[in-house]
């Protein structure tokens, strides 16, 4: 079985301090969660900015200085956000990709997310896809419903981006497909052979959810951008402490987990 990816989603755009205290807002409290979260075992970290309001930006110039931030700190994988928020322009969530970083994320499809519609037509993701290609970009496939498995399979048989495919499985969102065992093995069972895939379970999926994929040999995502509990009614301290947890799981269920170098083998980022 493959070493276990942990990516560590440290912000989100949804999250305020009202609901996490300890959530990381500017570039160096982002840079520095990012840090622990490496030391703690993760080995890519999802980053979505926030200006200095705290609210979402898909700024390319807080991205870049977050970026410098972090690879001056670690040699983790640093995976940028597409998505945005919901009423960000495709224009202003294509921006980070301008960085050239390893990774981005490539959202597959629109779909219900709580009262809103987070909306990904053909024409988006075919403009992100070639644009990512371009720039030797390594897409995370985001889904939040099956469909969208076919989207990027599509993608790929229009030569918009390369196989083997990454994806990464976005559960318990309000709206989009429920985080029960059941729904992750359908989506496991239906993506090729050669594609690798991680999980990341929002709210009280994330824990099960994380335990099953350790033991499917798929890989994880962990942070406060999913869930800022660490038990119910327990908020989590940091995003390590998420990301320390699963490193345990994984240890008792005899799985090694990547460094950074690792993962970037499993997921052929070149």
Not at 138 to 153: D, H, Q, S
Not at 225 to 244: F, I, M, P, R, T
Request: aromatic share 8%.
């Amino acid at each position: 079985m493959e070493k276990l990816i942990i990516t560590a989603a440290l912000t989100g755009a949804e999250v305020t301090r009202e609901y996490q205290p300890n959530l990381p807002l500017t570039p160096d409290e982002i840079a520095e969660a990012a840090y622990e979260a490496y030391k703690a075992g993760a080995s890519i970290v999802h980053i979505h900015a926030r200006d200095e309001e705290g609210n979402p930006t898909q700024d390319y110039n807080v991205y870049k200085e977050i970026k410098e931030k972090i690879e001056a700190k670690c040699p983790v994988i640093f995976q940028p956000s597409t998505g945005g928020a919901v009423w960000h322009s495709p224009e202003e969530r294509l921006q980070p990709v301008e960085l050239s970083p390893e990774m981005a994320t490539l959202s597959a499809g629109t779909c219900n997310f709580g009262p809103d519609v987070f909306m990904n037509t053909e024409e988006y993701m075919e403009k992100f896809a070639k644009r990512m290609q371009e720039l030797n970009v390594k897409p995370e496939i985001e889904v939040f419903e099956r469909g969208m498995i076919n989207n990027a399979l599509k993608l790929a048989k229009k030569g918009l981006v390369n196989t083997p495919l990454h994806f990464d499985f976005v559960m318990g969102v309000p709206g989009a497909i429920t985080g029960e065992i059941r729904d992750l093995l359908y989506l496991v069972e239906s993506i090729p052979s050669d594609a690798t895939w991680t999980v990341a379970g929002i709210g009280r999926y994330q824990l099960p959810l994380a335990t099953t994929a350790i033991s499917l040999g798929g890989h994880v995502r962990v942070g406060f951008e999913d869930n800022v509990y660490y038990k119910k009614g327990e908020l989590a301290k940091s995003n390590a402490q998420l990301v320390e947890r699963i490193v345990r799981l994984a240890n008792e269920l005899g799985r090694e987990v990547a460094t950074p170098d690792e993962a970037r083998k499993i997921l052929n980022i070149k």
